[in-house]
């Protein structure tokens, strides 16, 4: 009987001990830090607009440690961010495969609380004089593009629909006719073209068919070597109830 007893003794003496390791590494003070702020144009101080699915992010790596891993903090649509969630420490900061120039921070300190910081970037493309507006049956947009560097070129421009205020790229929905974008292959130089997109709305009633607010963004997306992903810039969306 006193061998049985060892025997079961033995496992729960095993779980008890993992148990106390567990809780003792678990006993690590939670984040204690804000962080937020935008992306800003270094040229107009305007917020650079993104995606908010697949679009730019920011690549944080805290400092002092052996194995720095990589932290994904999103930008939201508008070109703000938020993380109230954050560890006071230094971090390295990238941006790469974003829709502006990539650079690096290597060290910025986030202190315990809150902490207000905007970053200055150089958009792919500035999206200027931007007029998005109802005509007869149609959604017109004209506007005019900038480049951010010389040697920015451009790929595509597309005039976005949706429900709600995360339309682009990533959420949009899929117009009939050819108005809403054009594709450039080879990409041409940017100038001061004026653009003009349209959405049809005869063409698309199955998509437009309730009588509410719809959202309507500009989106232009650049080709430039030897900066990882590009993402599209983007002008600040307009509401238009049908």
Same mark, same amino acid.
């Given at each position: 009987?006193?061998?049985?007893?060892?025997?079961?003794?033995?496992? !729960?003496?095993? /779980?008890?001990?993992?148990?106390? %390791? $567990?809780?003792?590494? =678990? *006993?690590?003070?939670?984040?204690? @830090?804000?962080?937020?702020?935008?992306?800003?144009?270094?040229?107009?101080?305007?917020?650079?607009?993104?995606?908010?699915?697949?679009?730019?992010?920011?690549?944080?790596?805290?400092?002092?440690?052996?194995?720095?891993?990589?932290?994904?903090?999103?930008?939201?649509?508008?070109?703000?961010?938020?993380?109230?969630?954050?560890?006071?420490?230094?971090?390295?900061?990238?941006?790469?495969?974003?829709? !502006?120039?990539? /650079?690096?921070?290597?060290?910025? %300190? $986030?202190?315990?609380? =809150? *902490?207000?910081?905007?970053?200055? @970037?150089?958009?792919?493309?500035?999206?200027?004089?931007?007029?998005?507006?109802?005509?007869?049956?149609?959604?017109?947009?004209?506007?005019?593009?900038?480049?951010?560097?010389?040697?920015?070129?451009?790929?595509?421009?597309?005039?976005?629909?949706?429900?709600?205020?995360?339309?682009?790229?990533?959420?949009?929905?899929?117009?009939?006719?050819?108005?809403?974008?054009?594709?450039?292959?080879?990409?041409?130089?940017?100038?001061?073209?004026?653009?003009?997109?349209?959405?049809?709305? =005869?063409?698309?009633?199955?998509?437009?068919?309730?009588?509410?607010?719809?959202?309507?963004?500009?989106?232009?997306?650049?080709?430039?070597?030897?900066?990882?992903?590009?993402?599209?810039?983007?002008?600040?969306?307009?509401?238009?109830?049908?």
């Amino acid at each position: 009987m006193k061998r049985i007893l060892n025997i079961l003794l033995i496992p !729960f003496s095993i /779980f008890v001990l993992t148990a106390c %390791e $567990i809780f003792h590494l =678990d *006993n690590y003070d939670g984040p204690n @830090a804000s962080f937020y702020g935008g992306i800003k144009d270094a040229e107009t101080g305007e917020l650079v607009e993104t995606d908010i699915q697949n679009g730019s992010a920011i690549r944080a790596y805290e400092l002092g440690w052996p194995t720095e891993a990589a932290l994904t903090w999103v930008i939201k649509q508008n070109g703000e961010f938020r993380n109230d969630m954050a560890f006071a420490a230094h971090y390295k900061i990238e941006f790469i495969n974003c829709n !502006f120039f990539p /650079f690096t921070i290597e060290d910025l %300190e $986030i202190k315990s609380g =809150d *902490n207000q910081h905007d970053f200055q @970037a150089t958009p792919y493309i500035r999206i200027n004089n931007i007029n998005i507006r109802k005509e007869g049956n149609s959604i017109v947009a004209t506007f005019n593009l900038q480049a951010g560097k010389p040697e920015v070129k451009l790929s595509a421009i597309r005039l976005y629909a949706f429900t709600d205020i995360y339309v682009g790229e990533q959420v949009k929905f899929e117009t009939q006719g050819t108005n809403s974008r054009q594709t450039f292959s080879p990409a041409k130089e940017i100038d001061n073209t004026t653009y003009t997109l349209r959405i049809e709305l =005869d063409e698309n009633t199955n998509l437009f068919k309730y009588n509410r607010n719809y959202y309507f963004r500009v989106g232009a997306l650049a080709s430039v070597s030897n900066v990882g992903t590009v993402r599209y810039n983007y002008a600040p969306l307009v509401v238009i109830p049908l």
